[in-house]
């Protein structure tokens, strides 16, 4: 049963790894560094042996098909299962649980802690994606994919008993705040901040630079740098702190409002590529989406 032993935990250290089962070795290749050299062996033979660089919790369980980079932290009695490829500089709290199966009666639900990959994605899921710097916290929940990879991205904040459904895609530097539900096929744009409690319907799309209020129950889709909040979700206005941090005057904002709150088009003074390049490029992205139903 792949899992992570006593003696694992401690980052940086290389145990003696041809001593390790072939079980226990997937859950730590990284490609990029190698241990010690074993007399007798060939220098291209060390090299395809990496180094453990993960502080895994002994009580932690990695199940096959997992990839995980450098300097990844997880926490006591988490689960992650493949197929999921996780980056560097994760910090991954107790409890967590990433790669089960998506919630969809029709899915197979493998016993994926136990059990090899069969390599067929109707069977195993169409895996988790996760980047680089994300903190995730205890009791948070990441489901595979059911055609597509569930993404989270760069940077973002996961706090205590977040839920992220099968084939959500999470962009960079977002906050999900404690008990938020998403539901499958949730797309959630760079920078949005969503309130404690909150719960989004499937197939809903988050916009860059929205807040959501704690509680919300968001059943369509919330507009780049609006607040909303209720239940049913309304548009209460913009997220102008937001907008101001990231470099835009009043004027600019007064320009975008009726864009942003969605009655009028984007200016078409070149207003957009005088913006931030950050905000320049997230307004046009939006600007760009697929419209809901086309």
């Not at 995730?136 to 977040?162: F, P």
């Not at 099968?166 to 744009?189: P, R, Y």
């Not at 101001?244 to 864009?259: T, V």
């Not at 320049?280 to 600007?287: E, G, I, Q, R, Y």
Request: overall charge negative; aromatic content about 6%.
């Amino acid at each position: 049963m792949p899992h992570s032993p006593a003696g694992f935990s401690a980052l940086g250290t290389v145990p003696d790894w041809f001593t390790v089962p072939l079980a226990l070795k997937r859950a730590y290749v990284t490609g990029r560094t190698r241990p010690p050299e074993k007399p007798g062996c060939s220098t291209a033979d060390d090299e395809r042996i990496p180094v453990v660089s993960n502080r895994i919790h002994p009580t932690a369980i990695i199940g096959a098909g997992v990839e995980l980079g450098d300097d990844n932290v997880v926490g006591p009695y988490s689960v992650i299962v493949g197929p999921t490829t996780i980056g560097n500089s994760n910090w991954i709290g107790p409890h967590v649980v990433i790669g089960c199966p998506g919630e969809d009666r029709a899915f197979a639900h493998p016993a994926a802690w136990d059990d090899e990959l069969t390599g067929d994605p109707e069977q195993d899921g169409f895996g988790v994606r996760i980047g680089d710097h994300n903190r995730i916290r205890e009791y948070v929940s990441v489901h595979q994919g059911t055609w597509r990879a569930t993404t989270l991205g760069d940077g973002s904040y996961y706090l205590r008993g977040s839920h992220v459904a099968h084939d959500c895609v999470i962009e960079d530097s977002v906050t999900l705040s404690s008990n938020v539900v998403l539901g499958g096929h949730v797309e959630v744009w760079t920078h949005a901040n969503i309130g404690m409690g909150t719960v989004i319907h499937q197939k809903v799309r988050i916009g860059p630079g929205a807040m959501v209020g704690m509680g919300s129950a968001v059943r369509r889709e919330v507009g780049a740098f609006t607040i909303c909040v209720g239940n049913p979700a309304r548009v209460t206005g913009l997220n102008t702190v937001g907008l101001s941090r990231r470099g835009l005057g009043e004027s600019a904002i007064a320009a975008l409002e009726p864009w942003l709150k969605g009655k009028g088009e984007l200016p078409g003074d070149g207003l957009a590529d005088q913006l931030p390049e950050d905000v320049s490029t997230l307004v046009k992205a939006w600007d760009a989406r697929p419209q809901v139903g086309s």
